[in-house]
């Protein structure tokens, strides 16, 4: 009986979050209201609430599940050697491709913008420890900023390529990733 209540509760949970993200392809998270999610659902107001508190927490726990499944990600790989950066890259970019719908919407203005900001710490976490921990490079405010600065063009340029619809390959686009990662833009050779 107890494994009919967990798959009750993970239909559930999965229906709520699809749910919200249709409604957030729409219109934006301050316009949602828990009405709106449960209809769209067919789940009562009763039952969202034995999930979520509210539509922010239900985002909140959907961004969570991307951000674990990242950091799973960035457990695997050594950052020192750079056929890994290309295959981790290259692996990130293959699942944002798989979830490009959800990362399309969250990446959007009607999504929460501290999502990237989350995904920048946890990459942003891996990689400097990662680094520390191989003496590739020592803690200093400038590693930090220029990690950050890696992160964040990444990340906005993985924005770009979803708001464009995909034209290129993840390919195409982890090997434009790494080469101005690695040697910077003045030293890319992307042909």
């Not at 719908?101 to 995904?119: A, M, P, T, Y």
Request: with cysteine; hydrophobic share 35%.
């Amino acid at each position: 009986m107890e494994k009919k209540i967990d798959r009750r509760k993970k239909y559930t949970r999965m229906v709520l979050k699809e749910s919200l993200m249709k409604l957030l392809h729409n219109k934006p998270i301050a316009s949602i209201t828990i009405k709106e999610i449960c209809e769209l659902a067919d789940i009562n107001r009763s039952t969202f609430y034995s999930h979520y508190s509210d539509q922010y927490d239900l985002l909140y726990k959907i961004e969570d599940e991307i951000i674990q499944e990242l950091n799973q990600t960035l457990l695997q790989y050594d950052y020192k050697k750079k056929k890994e950066m290309f295959a981790m890259t290259k692996y990130l970019l293959d699942y944002v491709f798989s979830r490009s719908e959800h990362f399309r919407i969250l990446f959007s203005d009607n999504g929460n913008k501290g999502f990237q900001h989350r995904v920048m710490e946890a990459a942003q976490t891996h990689i400097m420890t990662n680094l520390e921990e191989n003496h590739v490079l020592t803690a200093t405010p400038s590693s930090k900023y220029i990690t950050l600065f890696v992160i964040s063009g990444s990340i906005h340029v993985i924005e770009k390529w979803l708001s464009n619809g995909m034209m290129e390959s993840t390919e195409e686009m982890t090997k434009i990733i790494t080469e101005i990662s690695n040697n910077g833009m003045l030293h890319c050779s992307l042909d």
